[in-house]
């Protein structure tokens, strides 16, 4: 199967290098997209260089911060004009293992659809998180599935393989989610859809270098968005069962 990374990247620089070597190591046949949002401490042009030496690594350069879902529909747009047949999507701050790349690919290929590198399934973990982080983590993520009526686990892990063609039918580029918030719209589509999501335990590592870009306003917008679809999807059920007496 053809395989795009995509790492959307915003003041990385201290980090971009050695994820683009580990990942190249864990997956030497995959391609690498990187998505920089002009990040201001030269991430872009540190990523150019690493893919003069490491090859098959694209940079796509764009003009401001936009956000993380906005960066990912740009990466999905360019994999699958390119006919791609598996987009993988990772953060850049080394708290995803590219060492589990291989089991993300390898579970894609046994039949599922999506394949969720998972906290809070048998076997993953999120070492040194204090606990109110973990807390509000954990139940925002009960507090989704709850609220869609899945039985994902950790639907906002931002470590995950999709098949391109499940991209292309739940029509990833309509979703409005600019934040986190991304990885929950997309699960929550191929959910709906029909698909079938796996999620593999991983050990979530909190970055060593840098700062974390989750604010108050991204976890916001992730439970409104929840809320909404939830509320908007339990009244069309209402209505189809209205129509159907």
């Known amino acids: 199967m053809r395989t795009l990374v995509v790492v959307p990247t915003y003041v990385e620089a201290e980090?971009?290098?050695e994820l683009l070597q580990r990942v190249r190591a864990a997956a030497p046949d995959a391609d690498i997209l990187v998505v920089d949002d002009n990040s201001p401490d030269r991430?872009?042009?540190?990523?150019?260089?690493?893919?003069?030496?490491?090859?098959?690594?694209d940079v796509l350069r764009r003009p401001a911060k936009s956000g993380l879902g906005s960066a990912y529909r740009a990466g999905f747009s360019i994999g699958l004009d390119k006919g791609y047949d598996v987009l993988v999507q990772m953060d850049a701050d080394l708290s995803h293992d590219p060492e589990?790349?291989?089991?993300l690919l390898a579970k894609l290929d046994a039949s599922a659809d999506v394949v969720i590198g998972s906290r809070y399934v048998p076997g993953g973990s999120i070492p040194h998180?204090?606990?109110?982080?973990?807390?509000?983590?954990?139940?925002?993520?009960?507090?989704?599935?709850?609220?869609?009526?899945?039985?994902?686990?950790?639907?906002?892990?931002?470590?995950r393989a999709y098949r391109a063609d499940v991209l292309k039918a739940i029509d990833y580029a309509?979703?409005?989610a600019m934040g986190y918030g991304f990885q929950i719209e997309t699960q929550y589509r191929v959910w709906r859809w029909g698909g079938r999501i796996v999620e593999t335990p991983i050990e979530f590592t909190d970055r060593m270098r840098g700062y974390s870009k989750m604010t108050w306003g991204i976890f916001a917008e992730e439970l409104?968005?929840?809320?909404?679809?939830?509320?908007?999807?339990?009244?069309?059920r209402f209505r189809a069962r209205r129509r159907s007496v």
């Open 100 to 103: 589990v790349l291989p089991t």
């Open 224 to 236: 409104m968005l929840v809320t909404w679809w939830g509320i908007r999807d339990r009244f069309r």
């Open 43 to 57: 991430t872009a042009a540190i990523a150019e260089q690493a893919a003069a030496d490491l090859g098959r690594i």
């Open 174 to 176: 309509t979703t409005r």
């Open 129 to 159: 998180w204090p606990w109110f982080r973990r807390a509000l983590s954990r139940y925002g993520n009960r507090y989704a599935a709850l609220a869609l009526g899945t039985s994902v686990r950790d639907a906002t892990s931002g470590y």
């Open 15 to 17: 980090n971009i290098t």
